[in-house]
């Protein structure tokens, strides 16, 4: 199975949080994951949402890219609300990685909080 990328841009608004959640569900079934790592991927979307949009910043995107591999699914997602804050609260951070942690194989946030990586492995293809 070749790789497959898929991108989905959506306002920075939560209520587009269930499309995300729909994307990552349908991704994560046509890469073979149990139910249980379905709904981990979905928790980890969540998340990340929640990381991304900004409330206390200006309006805009926040862009998933999905990317299907053999082996797993990879999920960059940016943002570009709360470009004039270039930050990220402490505290949202740790919850993040506290919420995140046990859903993925591997998760990033970058300094600014405006990019997460996350990975999650076809079962019994690993972590690596």
């Known amino acids: ?3 497959d990328q898929i991108r989905l841009v959506l ?3 939560p209520a587009y ?3 995300a959640r729909v ?3 349908g991704l994560a079934g046509r890469l073979g994951l149990p139910a ?3 709904q981990d991927l979905r928790i980890a979307v969540d998340e990340t949402l929640v990381l991304l949009l900004r409330p206390e910043g200006s309006a805009g995107e926040v862009t998933f890219t999905f990317t299907v591999t ?3 699914l990879v999920i960059d997602a940016e943002t570009t609300a709360g470009a004039d804050q270039p930050w990220l609260d402490a505290g949202a951070r740790t919850r993040f990685e506290a919420l995140v942690a046990d859903t993925v194989d591997r998760h990033e946030v970058d300094d600014s909080g405006h990019h997460v990586h996350l990975e999650k492995a076809r ?3 690993g972590a690596g």
């Open 11 to 13: 306002p920075a608004d």
């Open 23 to 25: 994307a990552v569900q």
């Open 36 to 38: 249980r790592a379905v």
């Open 17 to 19: 949080g269930r499309v």
């Open 1 to 3: 199975m070749p790789d």
């Open 70 to 72: 053999p082996d797993r």
């Open 123 to 125: 079962p019994g293809r």
